[in-house]
């Protein structure tokens, strides 16, 4: 079912399609983070790893067509010219696709130890 502009599909449907087209495209160690209780900027911070900037361009444009899709549209992207460290802020979930090296480099989710992994529950 298709979401209609005035009523863009429910986060953990979006996060859920986010996560298939990561997986569709062979993504590294995908996370899934729910911040809500940790944080006050987002709810959720989803963070994957490509192995070449071409895989880290191909995961992050399919995240963003597929969610247009579905009527919801990136609220400021960062990154994608370069393809080390794509940001997709899409305000209630953030997205953070990053090639290996950087990706080890910054250990963002090293910042976020607290906060729950709820990547299993997204995914099927």
Same mark, same amino acid.
């Given at each position: 079912?298709?979401?209609t502009a005035t009523r863009p599909p429910d986060i953990r449907l979006r996060l859920r399609h986010a996560v298939a087209v990561a997986d569709d495209r062979k993504a590294l160690d995908l996370k899934v983070l729910w911040?809500?209780?940790v944080s006050d900027f987002t709810d959720y911070f989803m963070v994957c790893s490509g192995?070449?900037?071409r895989q880290v361009q191909a995961i992050s444009d399919g995240i &963003?067509?597929?969610l247009r899709d579905? /009527? &919801?549209r990136p609220q400021h992207v960062e /990154?994608?010219?370069l393809a080390r460290w794509v940001l997709l802020d899409y305000g209630d979930m953030v997205i953070? &696709?990053?090639d290996v090296e950087a990706r080890d480099y910054y250990r963002l989710e090293r910042l976020w130890a607290d906060a729950p992994d709820v990547t299993a529950e997204l995914r099927g």
């Amino acid at each position: 079912m298709r979401a209609t502009a005035t009523r863009p599909p429910d986060i953990r449907l979006r996060l859920r399609h986010a996560v298939a087209v990561a997986d569709d495209r062979k993504a590294l160690d995908l996370k899934v983070l729910w911040l809500a209780d940790v944080s006050d900027f987002t709810d959720y911070f989803m963070v994957c790893s490509g192995r070449s900037a071409r895989q880290v361009q191909a995961i992050s444009d399919g995240i &963003v067509r597929e969610l247009r899709d579905q /009527g &919801v549209r990136p609220q400021h992207v960062e /990154g994608a010219r370069l393809a080390r460290w794509v940001l997709l802020d899409y305000g209630d979930m953030v997205i953070h &696709v990053f090639d290996v090296e950087a990706r080890d480099y910054y250990r963002l989710e090293r910042l976020w130890a607290d906060a729950p992994d709820v990547t299993a529950e997204l995914r099927g």
